[in-house]
């Protein structure tokens, strides 16, 4: 019930395509779903969050969308670059000390 | 701002040698404290956590032990380092939901 599943394991897009990285929950307890973003020998960055109270949200060409009642949420990359190639990891937090579970993350290659 | 020291960056260590990695944050105070572990090509694993001086909670039983001795500096340790201990450690921060992670350390266990 802790885990984050995270799909697909990889994906290829097209510069300027439209890539999308789907996850899916079981805790119902979760209450705060971010975005990572990691380039190799780095450490994660925060892309983008959102709480299960919004269904959407969009920073610059990034966008989260949430499904609340089937327990699943969603990246958006529009206009992919290929700078945009790195591995997403999905996660979500709970509880006063927020510790986070992570998905499996998803390797993406933007061609140019 | 905010910012995240960890160090070393890479380490390279025999078996039943012992570890200590640090971590210490800047710019804030009573943070929220993690360790992470991330296996090659693989997803964050939690490790440690606390959410002030002293109090260490532990999410894997494993070789490793955690502890934090002052606000914003966390430790990760061993006594003695197994092979299985090889990979790529995360320390990160949070004071509200957002964590914040440093450049991490790669450890490779010989």
């Known amino acids: 019930q802790q885990q984050v599943k995270q799909s697909p394991q990889s994906l290829i897009v097209q510069k300027g395509g439209i890539s999308i990285i789907n996850c899916a929950y079981e805790n119902t307890a979760f209450d705060y779903f971010p975005w990572y973003q990691q380039f190799p020998g780095k450490g994660p960055a925060l892309l983008i969050a959102?709480?299960?109270?919004?269904s959407e949200k969009k920073e610059g060409r990034f966008t989260i969308s949430f499904n609340k009642s089937a327990k699943q949420f969603s990246l958006h990359i529009m206009d992919s670059q290929p700078g945009d190639s790195a591995t997403y990891f999905c996660a979500a937090s709970r509880g006063s000390a927020r510790q986070l579970t992570f998905g499996s993350g998803t390797q993406l290659t933007v061609l140019p | 701002s905010q910012t995240i020291h960890q160090w070393p960056a890479t380490l390279v260590q025999p078996v039943g040698s012992p570890l200590s990695l640090e971590c210490t944050v800047e710019g804030t105070s009573n943070p929220n404290l993690y360790w992470y572990r991330q296996a090659a090509g693989r997803g964050l694993q939690l490790l440690f956590y606390?959410?002030?001086?002293?109090?260490i909670s532990s999410e894997v039983p494993q070789n490793l032990s955690a502890s934090r001795p002052q606000d914003r500096q966390f430790i990760l340790s061993s006594k003695k380092l197994l092979l299985s201990d090889s990979g790529f450690y995360l320390c990160a921060w949070s004071v509200l939901s957002s964590a914040f992670f440093g450049q991490g350390t790669r450890l490779t266990v010989v």
């Open positions: 606390s959410v002030g001086i002293g109090q």
């Open positions: 959102i709480r299960p109270d919004v």
